[in-house]
């Protein structure tokens, strides 16, 4: 049975918050590893809010947009090299600069880790354009929610979490995200414009929740918003539209 390549985009703000992150690694590590040999994984890391920080203070410097990215990016890298250093001597030895240099290692070591590659390019992005180069079999966005909502979840205790969407339902929401060094949410307009050219089913879940970020990796039910096209149209309504 061949090898499913699952890409996985990690958000900063869930790899090290600043609570119990040495645990929490530990255990993204070790459940990676477990599913090692059934899966492949090209994982991308965001910066969170340490990026957030640096981003801060070079705004406030006078720094421009390109340049911030930048320094996001650099962030996004460390936070890489702290996954690949509990992964061991299963991951590529350094994040990749690049998506072909993640396609190239991805060849030779069952796990790949990377953060961003280029200024304008939030690291959902890069992990759609990743999952599209490897042929990735689903894409997990492990965030600092449960999924995606009718609001934000964290501001309006009346949002309800979306347990399925199809593609162009979540570009619909994205479509008018503020697009700026730092910013955050659940999937950005490029990110969601790249999955759902390439129609890789994507599952939103609490990166927090080793658990349920395993049963999405498996294709098992999980907690969270699946993202994937529509059901098919029934025989007798095809038939009807012709």
């Known amino acids: 049975m061949a090898q499913e390549k699952i890409a996985i985009s990690i958000g900063g703000s869930i790899l090290v918050p600043d609570n119990e992150d040495t645990s929490y690694i530990k255990q993204l590590a070790s459940a990676l590893l477990d599913m090692l040999p059934s899966y492949k994984f090209l994982v991308v ?4 809010k340490i990026a957030r920080y640096y981003i801060t203070i070079g705004r406030a410097l006078g720094a421009d947009e390109s340049s911030l990215d ?4 650099e962030v996004t890298r460390l936070n890489a090299r702290l996954l690949i250093t509990a992964l061991g001597e299963k ?3 350094k994040p990749a600069e690049s998506i072909d240099e993640a396609r190239l290692a991805s060849n030779n070591y069952p796990i790949v880790v990377m953060g961003g590659t280029h200024p304008g390019q939030t690291t959902d992005a890069v992990a759609a354009l990743a999952a599209e180069k490897i042929k990735a079999a689903r894409i997990i966005n492990a965030t600092s929610v449960d999924g995606v909502y009718t609001d934000d979840p964290r501001t309006n205790p009346a949002a309800k979490r979306i347990d399925r969407m199809t593609f162009k339902e979540l570009m619909d929401k994205v479509v008018y ?5 730092g910013s955050s949410f659940i999937f950005d307009p490029l990110g969601a414009k790249l999955i759902s050219r390439s129609r890789i089913p994507t599952a939103v ?4 929740d080793i658990q349920q970020l395993v049963n999405a990796v498996r294709g098992q039910p999980f907690v969270g918003t699946m993202i994937s096209s529509p059901p098919p ?4 309504d095809a038939k009807e539209s012709r």
Request: glycine share 20%.
């Open 177 to 181: 995200a503020k697009m700026e060094a």
């Open 205 to 208: 879940v609490f990166g927090r």
């Open 91 to 93: 991951a590529y030895y």
């Open 70 to 73: 930048e320094l996001g990016i």
């Open 45 to 48: 890391c965001g910066g969170g």
């Open 233 to 236: 149209a029934p025989a007798s």
